[in-house]
């Protein structure tokens, strides 16, 4: 597998980026997880103002160079155990290919790929839902996780778990938001552990920010969870959790 001469990803960026790292806790274990990699400037500056310069133009470039930057971070401040990147479905020509540099990445910094988790937002717009079960499908062959992230937020996940059963399932924070007091949240959470459970896909609570929010999940069967109430996302950094 050979990365493609032509592909856009090989124009310059025109910005840096930096990676955070966010901890997915298992609360039955008391261990992480994974943790998350979420895109940072080079003086920190958040997610929005990067995302805000990303273009049709440099598109391909930022999902390649992201790739790349949460590999080479985690290898470097020996993350342990799975990371997880934020894939642009819309950033890919063809899956195997638009791999070959993530695969050289991996052994270069000798990440194990096995520990890699790609994850799509339902909300992502997507020109081709059926090529975007081929880009799983392709990750899944290579050795990597999937994840559907913002289960819940909108119809696009349900139409897609139909084609494909991802690794993982991140329930959307919508849902998970106030939810020991909101009886649909809590009716429409149990339905996604009941699929979860039938089709042996693992689930992820994210969004967590209170103790009532944490001791409802956990106290109801949820036992990974992401979110500030365990800890914000580090810049190029990790520290111990602590656990409630």
Request: a negative charge; charged letters at 25%.
């Amino acid at each position: 597998m050979s990365a493609c001469p032509t592909c856009n990803c090989r124009k310059p960026l025109g910005f840096g980026i930096k990676m955070a790292f966010q901890p997915i806790v298992d609360i039955s274990s008391k261990t992480v997880f994974a943790y998350e990699a979420l895109v940072r400037g080079e003086n920190g500056e958040g997610a929005g103002r990067i995302l805000g310069q990303v273009t049709e133009d440099n598109k391909y470039t930022f999902d390649q160079s992201c790739r790349v930057k949460a590999i080479e971070t985690a290898s470097r401040i020996k993350l342990p155990g799975n990371l997880s990147i934020n894939f642009m479905p819309n950033a890919i020509y063809e899956p195997e290919t638009c791999l070959a540099k993530t695969l050289e990445t991996a052994t270069r910094t000798n990440f194990d790929r096995n520990n890699i988790i790609f994850e799509v937002t339902e909300q992502e717009q997507v020109v081709s839902q059926q090529f975007l079960v081929e880009v799983f499908e392709a990750y899944r062959k290579e050795g990597f996780k999937t994840a559907i992230d913002d289960f819940g937020a909108g119809y696009a996940g349900l139409n897609l778990l139909a084609d494909f059963q991802p690794d993982i399932l991140k329930i959307d924070m919508k849902l998970i938001r106030d939810i020991c007091q909101n009886k649909v949240k809590q009716t429409l959470v149990r339905s996604i552990q009941k699929i979860g459970e039938e089709l042996g896909i693992q689930l992820i609570a994210e969004g967590i920010e209170t103790d009532d929010e944490y001791k409802y999940l956990r106290d109801n069967g949820i036992t990974l969870m992401q979110g500030y109430y365990f800890q914000k996302p580090m810049l190029e950094a990790i520290q111990d959790v602590n656990f409630p």
